[in-house]
């Protein structure tokens, strides 16, 4: 048996260690970035278990809360709110014709575009988004409150500066 084939049986078998290249090093700014990326995820996932529970009692989740919101000015077709939402228009699509098929939204003609249609509450789909809105309004000021508004606005100058450094066209790709 060849030893790299010795060493991933070892490693399946839990039979001592397996060569591993070291992590490469990074400058510190790129350790800071590192950092700040793994906060974000944990950002993301705890912000969409939040979401769903604010949407729970409307019979709803977060993500058809975003697109309910998506909808609610009616002049965004489903592709805006996918680009919006930084989301794959397909995903959007999916979740506002199950809003359709339950009566919350419905599509309208676009003056703009003849096949891609507006997205727009009915009048269940707009109470529906006022009730979650109502419990996010409460939980939102809570929790401003506690983290502070000076530094959340600090916070959101650096996220809005790392989103347009990972949106601006890297060289070589």
Do not use: C
């Not at 700040?36 to 969409?48: D, E, K, M, Q």
């Not at 709110?81 to 995903?91: E, K, N, P, T, Y």
């Not at 990972?166 to 070589?172: A, I, M, N």
Request: charged share 25%; hydrophobic share 40%.
């Amino acid at each position: 048996m060849s030893r790299s084939l010795q060493n991933r049986q070892d490693a399946v078998n839990g039979a001592g260690p397996v060569d591993v290249a070291p992590r490469p090093s990074r400058t510190p700014a790129g350790d800071a970035f590192s950092r700040f990326a793994i906060l974000v995820f944990r950002l993301s996932g705890a912000l969409g278990a939040a979401g769903d529970a604010l949407a729970r009692p409307a019979g709803q989740t977060s993500a058809r809360w975003q697109v309910l919101a998506g909808a609610e000015s009616g002049s965004m077709t489903v592709a805006d709110i996918a680009r919006m939402l930084g989301l794959q228009r397909q995903s959007i699509q999916r979740v506002a014709d199950l809003l359709e098929g339950e009566g919350l939204v419905r599509y309208v003609e676009n003056p703009r575009h003849r096949r891609a249609m507006l997205l727009t509450l009915t009048e269940p789909g707009a109470s529906t988004l006022r009730s979650i809105q109502e419990a996010q309004r409460v939980w939102a000021d809570g929790l401003g409150g506690t983290v502070g508004q000076a530094k959340l606005e600090r916070a959101t100058e650096t996220l809005e500066a790392a989103l347009r450094a990972l949106e601006r066209p890297r060289k070589g790709s």
